[in-house]
């Protein structure tokens, strides 16, 4: 008969003791799955910030008298809160009552800073040309600092130029209520009463500035614009602007109705009467003027 297989002999405790000791190797962890990233995108230029529209300059008005008697006194060595405080404590603007001489001081103080933007204009009250074109130098500057009011007057342009002979405070509503669809929500939370003082407030101030003229029925000017304010708004819009052929086309000349074309007609007739230099080849502009800035005009030219 075949020999029995030999059973296996049972490993010692010692063997075993050996060999839980030994440490025994850890499974490999798996591997994380990595998936592509998605290629990045370039960030997209944002818009430009739209400056909210603001009621109150057009339904206190233009204040032309008032602001260049402000002016004619103001210390621009002393800060907008002494010049004020001497006006309000002198009255010297001569107004009727209290409550009116504050809220003349308070829309110029919101309306202008004579330190910087508005210092031109601040020196051009000093001179008796300044005072002569007052009203186009001040419409610059009012426009300038009230965006409601430079936009209003973008809008009469383009009722003007399609032909429009007469303006009425309906149109003007009816504008200044379309401007919701054009980044100025605000305009919707006016009240109705708000927005119609608005909207006479718009053509009141076209009728101080000269554009047009009488009280129910308000009808277009034949505006012009005179060579010594042209000059001085010539030299601020090269100040905002990067080249001579961009401010030469800046929409804010139809402010004083003027056109590009009709702007270099006027600086044609300037070169011919010796007062600037003015060559143009397409888009290459070489302009020379009698004052390197708005300031230097008044302060050199004009005094």
Known sequence: MP????????????TRAKAKAEPQP????????????????KAQPKDPAITPYCSYGLIK????????????????????RTNLDQVRSSNSIGAPTQAWLKQVCTTFSRRFEPSDPDRSLALAARTATGRQHWRPLLL?????????????????WEVFSAGGDLLQTDQALAWLESTGSQGHPEVAEWG???????AGGLLKAGVDFGLIQGRVKRRFTAYYLADEPLLYVLLQCLASNRT????????????????????????????????????????????KLPASSAEALVQEVWT
């Open 3 to 14: 020999a029995a297989p030999k059973t296996a002999r049972k490993a010692s405790t010692k």
């Open 26 to 41: 850890k499974p490999a962890a798996p591997k994380a799955k990595t998936t592509p990233r998605a290629p990045k995108t």
């Open 61 to 80: 008005g233009a204040l032309v008298s008032e602001t260049l008697q402000v002016f004619q006194g103001w210390d621009l060595e002393a800060s907008k």
């Open 140 to 156: 610059w500057h009012m426009a300038n600092s009230e965006g409601l009011l430079g936009d209003g007057l973008a809008w009469t």
């Open 192 to 198: 109705e009463s708000t927005r119609k003082r608005v």
């Open 244 to 287: 001579t052929a961009a401010a030469l086309s800046d929409p804010r000349w139809l402010w004083f109705r003027l056109q590009e074309a009709e702007l270099e007609h006027r600086l044609l007739l300037l070169h011919q009467a010796q007062v600037i230099s003015y060559h143009r080849a397409g888009s290459v502009v070489d302009l």
